[in-house]
């Protein structure tokens, strides 16, 4: 006779739940694990083909990759401003005649409020003696043509979200924030370089920041530059100058704002303006151009137009720099790699030796 294994008549059946709970437990686990999986491959895909897509920056400034390389607290002079930066000196000749470390950390038109982010972000990594800030930024409107080149390739932090969103449109912000979205044009220009990068990254910079630039424009008069909306612009700036001066105080190096010997020149009376207000506020400014004679310039030879020396011309700039660097007090550098910057000296000087052969001039300088 078949046993009645039902429950009997009246009596509440009784289930135990946790096999189920648990059940459900295990699956949400799965799915929530699959999910985080999901989101840091699509993260890992967006971050590899950012590094893919945003154009190589080996140099014209903003060579924020091959900066980050040095060793840290090995550099005890950094250079900022704009173009006339870096491709007038060339820390090579300046380490080769004072063995003295520096490194250019320029940008295209750069402006002094995002010289100050500059500055801010170097100095994370490095402790210069002196600083030496090209002066013309004062000048230069806020949004101008190079904004997205010297902010997209900063290193993410505080410094290049502040730079983002006091000195860029509203517009310019997505781009900016995501460099994917803005380069995402760029598939069909890519280069078995883009992709070698992206995965091994960048070398050191045999230049130290400076780019190197042959072409030869024969100069037959100095000139006068023309700098538009100037009473707008040179107050923002003003400000963010007197910023650097507060921070260098403040961590015991010393600004040095200057005007690069130049054919096309900043006005007397504008050059008399930034003497007084920064000299004001506790920096020093030097005006290259009232010593322009002692460089030895060829007017023939020695410039790539006439706002930036090709690299005989800063040649001669820089072993200038390098002969006044003790004034500041600058010693020979102690303990540093001393083959890796004799080593760059030689890189300029062998490729100074090969332009001489052919100055056909490479590349293109925004001020």
């Known amino acids: 006779m078949e046993k009645n294994l039902s429950p009997a008549a009246g009596q509440e059946q009784k289930i135990d739940p946790t096999g189920a709970k648990a059940g459900k437990h295990t699956a949400l686990k799965k799915e929530l694990v699959g999910l985080v999986c999901l989101l840091l491959a699509l993260l890992v895909f967006i971050w590899f083909f950012q590094r893919v897509l945003i154009p190589k920056r080996l140099?014209?400034?903003?060579t924020w990759d091959m900066y980050l390389k040095e060793p840290e607290n090995t550099v005890?002079?950094?250079?900022?401003?704009?173009?006339?930066?870096?491709?007038?000196?060339?820390?090579?000749?300046?380490?080769d005649e004072a063995g003295v470390t520096s490194y250019v950390m320029a940008g295209p038109e750069q402006t002094i409020p995002v010289t100050y982010r500059y500055l801010l972000e170097s100095c994370r990594t490095q402790s210069p003696k002196v600083i030496f800030v090209e002066a013309t930024g004062l000048l230069y409107g806020q949004n101008n043509r190079s904004l997205k080149v010297n902010l997209t390739y900063m290193p993410w932090g505080k410094n290049r979200l502040a730079a983002t969103f006091a000195e860029a449109e509203k517009s310019e912000w997505p781009g900016l924030l995501f460099p994917m979205y803005a380069y995402h044009d760029r598939w069909d220009d890519l280069t078995a370089q883009d992709f070698q990068i992206a995965l091994s990254g960048y070398d050191r910079d045999p230049l130290a920041g400076y780019t190197f630039l042959s072409r030869i424009q024969p100069v037959e008069e100095i000139q006068v530059r023309d700098y538009a909306d100037v009473e707008e612009n040179y107050p923002r700036n003003l400000e963010a100058a007197g910023e650097i001066v507060a921070y260098c105080q403040a961590k015991g190096i010393r600004p040095v704002f200057f005007l690069a010997p130049s054919v096309n020149r900043v006005s007397d009376e504008l050059t008399a303006r930034m003497d007084a207000d920064l000299t004001g506020?506790?920096?020093d400014f030097i005006n290259y151009n009232e010593v322009f004679d002692r460089f030895g310039f060829d007017l023939s030879r020695d410039f790539y137009d006439t706002l930036h020396t090709n690299c005989w011309g800063a040649e001669k700039l820089s072993r200038y720099l390098a002969g006044t660097l003790t004034d500041l007090g600058l010693v020979p550098t102690e303990g540093e790699d001393a083959a890796l910057w004799q080593g760059r000296a030689e890189h300029f000087y062998t490729r100074t030796a090969e332009a001489a052969q052919s100055p056909d001039g490479e590349g293109g300088a925004a001020a």
Do not use: H, K, N
Request: charged share 10%; aromatic share 18%.
């Open 76 to 95: 005890d002079v950094l250079f900022f401003g704009t173009s006339i930066a870096y491709c007038d000196i060339a820390p090579g000749v300046i380490y």
């Open 59 to 62: 140099d014209y400034g903003a």
């Open 281 to 283: 506020m506790g920096a």
